[in-house]
């Protein structure tokens, strides 16, 4: 499974946006993310990817590009 | 010997700084002096207690920390082979037990004697030790370290009204001494810091606290006492108390921080301009900020999760909306069990509903509201009254002036 086609997919869900050209683009500072969304995409990327989704621990700055949240998954994936 | 309250005077930071001169120089050379940091810690926090009025409060902050010690020592070790969802929740209820009997007690609901197990910064390390457990929990923090464990607890720079700090944060920084370039511009930073916090607490605070709130609560309870239900003297109230509030605490929050960079340890900030936020959700990520993410990530985030991941509520906007009620009273409450405490969470909670709302709406009509730089100034002026409100509720002096005349 692509995983960056997965996340992309899930933040487009969540978000309402392509992230694909911007893929370092900042989620939480543009606004995209709040930690509603947040909650919600780390729900879609659990049951997507069958990974356990850090909630409380979440270190934001591991988060908060498109381009991170590709790695951050792949490092959970394991 | 001397009694000395966190902070309160020129002297202390006297005292505080020729202490931390030996972990400063021991720092800059890469060397952390862990025995003298716990040193420096206790004695600091033993002459907060030191005194006839306040030893009282020092044997509760004892009994405290022996307590937290034995809940979080339990459960990592109970985590470390089990993760049963009830004795997760239970040991939580334990942690908060103390913090719950003496608001129980302050507001004359429970036994008198109960407040007895108050003292200074008991909310405060509350959010330490049960954020902890929580981080065990979720496998942050996967082993119990007894020496770090107190260190984290009784970190003095913080004790009295934070910054609050997570373990697992705050571990990795105290396990090592900083870089020396970096440690550099860490003293540097605080120096900048303790500057602006002396102009902060001592001369602004202290001109809008001491002299500007009290004159127009005075003119606002003259109208009470003439039976007045409502006084215009209440709109200069709540400006005065909103900067008093903001220049006391981030004054506050920066010497916090000062001493902690000093300790080399990289305490979180709390206040980052919020006066200046163009609606409610923003104004939480820039004030009293380490308490509201505190809030965000234990409480307000577990609850959407557990909430969706259940499907107990399908709506998305009722998950949120239900979500910001119950992590707003809670904050609320954590203030103490007063009414206007309460009438606070709520506030905030319907001010971030309708937000939500508000944008919502936005996205369906685009194009409908304008967005321009004027727009977004009427936000920040909005924003700012709306929170002035809040706060004219959250100080108190309503109760006064309606209810104690």
Redesign the interface.
Known sequence: MDVKAGVLEIIQDVT?EDMSNQMDENLFDSGLL???A???M??ALESRFNIQA?????AREDWDTTNKIVASVTALMG | MPNLQPYADPNYFVYLLLALVPLAVGLYFGKRFVTYEILVSLVFIFLIFDDKGHSGQGIALILYSIWQFCLAWGYITYRKKYNNGLVFYGTVALSILPIVLVRLSGAGIFHAQLSLLGFLGISYLTFRSTGMI??AR???VKDFHPVMFLRFMLFMPTLSSGPIDRY?RFAKDAAVAPERSHYIDMLGNATKKLFLGFVYKFILSYYFGQMVYPYFQSMAMSDAHHGMILSWWLIPVAYSYGMYLFFDFAGYSLFALAISYVMGIESPINFNKPYGSKNI?EFWNRWHMSLSFWF???V???F??LM??KKWIKN?NT??TI?YFVNMLVMGLWHGLTWYYVLYGLMHASGMAVNDAWIRFK?KHKGLVPHNKFTEGFAVVLTFHFVLLTFLVFCGFLDTFWFHR
């Not at chain 1, 850090?54 to 979440?58: C, H, M, N, Q, T």
């Open positions: 309402g709040d930690s509603m947040t909650v919600e780390l729900l850090p909630v409380s621990e979440l | 929580i981080e979720d496998g942050a697992s959700k965000r990530d234990f307000f985030m577990r959407v999760f969706l991941k998305r998950v949120s979500a996205r």
